[in-house]
């Protein structure tokens, strides 16, 4: 005698459940977390529809509550641990999450005035705070503090990977900036600057009074965690 299945296939699924045919009657607005999930892994395992495997991954960190938040902090490794997950997927769902949060800057960036260093950095922390290697950016302003570029400069150790004074100054005059302000990660957590951070900071404060653009400040992240150089008078 066959064992009762206790899973049901998408197809089996009444309508207003089905995502796809949700998202088409009602809009994508109209659809859970899990639902949307499952139109993007498209499938599932013989054992589960993509709508099941949705619900595991939202459930995939023990160390935190399960939602759509746990996509934030999942990386490829850890994707590929889940059952019915494999490369393929693995790449969307992180390509998905990296895609929304371009839009959502993207969305905001228009609106941006950095009035203080309170500012920049409870901006960019959230993001910042989750990267393994240290990123380093620069923000260029108008004569108002509003936000004409953001650049990422490089990826790796400050004293290693940074751009020259001379490309930082090449960006800034392109792009008609007045201020600038530079924004790295320490992964470590712990945002105290080290001797390399100061060093090139006043190195690329110089190279702005020369062409009398102003370094407003630089701004390290750590988790939950700033400090910056402006308010701990290192400028």
């Known amino acids: 005698m066959k064992k009762q299945r206790d899973l049901f296939t998408m197809r089996e699924l009444p309508d207003t459940e089905r995502p796809y045919e949700r998202c088409i009657q009602y809009g994508a607005a109209a659809l859970t977390d899990a639902q949307l999930l499952a139109v993007l892994l498209k499938t599932g395992t013989k054992e589960e529809s993509a709508l099941h495997l949705a619900q595991r991954v939202l459930m995939a960190k023990e160390d935190r509550e399960p939602g759509i938040g746990t996509l934030l902090s999942m990386k490829y490794p850890d994707y590929l641990k889940i059952h019915g997950i494999g490369p393929v997927k693995a790449v969307t769902l992180l390509c998905v999450v990296e895609l929304a949060k371009r839009l959502s800057l993207c969305q905001k960036r228009s609106q941006i005035v950095f009035t203080d260093s309170q500012s920049v950095a409870e901006y960019y922390m959230e993001f910042m705070r989750q990267y393994d290697r240290e990123h380093f950016w ?43 302000i530079l924004l790295h990660n320490h992964p470590s957590g712990n945002p105290s600057p080290s001797d390399a951070d100061i060093k090139v900071t006043r190195k690329l404060q110089q190279a702005g009074e020369l062409l009398d653009i102003q370094l407003l400040d630089h701004i390290i992240i750590g988790e939950q965690q700033y400090v910056s150089m402006r308010a701990n008078q290192i400028l």
């Open 138 to 180: 620069l923000l260029l302003l108008d004569s108002k503090n509003a936000l004409l570029k953001e650049l990422e400069l490089s990826v790796g150790t400050i004293s290693a990977a940074l751009a020259s004074p001379r490309e930082v100054m090449i960006e800034a005059l392109r792009y008609e900036a007045v201020h600038f």
